[in-house]
């Protein structure tokens, strides 16, 4: 958890970016090529505590081309990323990238009551986070 309550961890400070449009929240893991655990759980943090705040409705991950995750931080996001979709409350959670990384991490997700979905497009992915 970041380190003062109520405090986000400040993207600036990080290896991914954060962005809101409308109500979807959205996370830039584009350079990432394995974070340090870290910037992995900053990342986890913000999502977290960003995403349960009533502006936020659905998220998205995006990932860059060069993203490459070993299988145990597949594990680690599997399981710390369902938890904190569930704990959002968001009703729609979707991963993004041009390869196979959206579908491999997204295939790890369990949100109960959440719709997933993963995505090549990030406009595609925004709209279908924004429709009803």
Do not use: C
Not at 25 to 36: L, P, S, T, V
């Amino acid at each position: 958890m970041s380190e003062a309550t109520g405090t986000l961890p400040d993207p600036d400070d990080y290896e991914w970016a954060f962005e809101q449009r409308g109500g979807v929240g959205i996370w830039f893991m584009q350079g990432w090529r394995g974070f340090a655990d870290e910037d992995l759980e900053a990342a986890s943090d913000h999502y977290r505590e960003r995403g349960k705040r009533s502006d936020i409705e659905a998220t998205l991950a995006v990932f860059g081309d060069n993203t490459n995750l070993p299988r145990e931080t597949q594990e680690y996001m599997g399981e710390a990323w369902s938890e904190n979709g569930e704990y959002t409350g968001v009703e729609k959670v979707g991963f993004v990238s041009e390869g196979t990384t959206a579908m491999a991490v997204k295939s790890k997700m369990d949100i109960p009551g959440a719709d997933i979905e993963s995505f090549s497009d990030l406009d595609t992915a925004v709209e279908w986070a924004q429709s009803a």
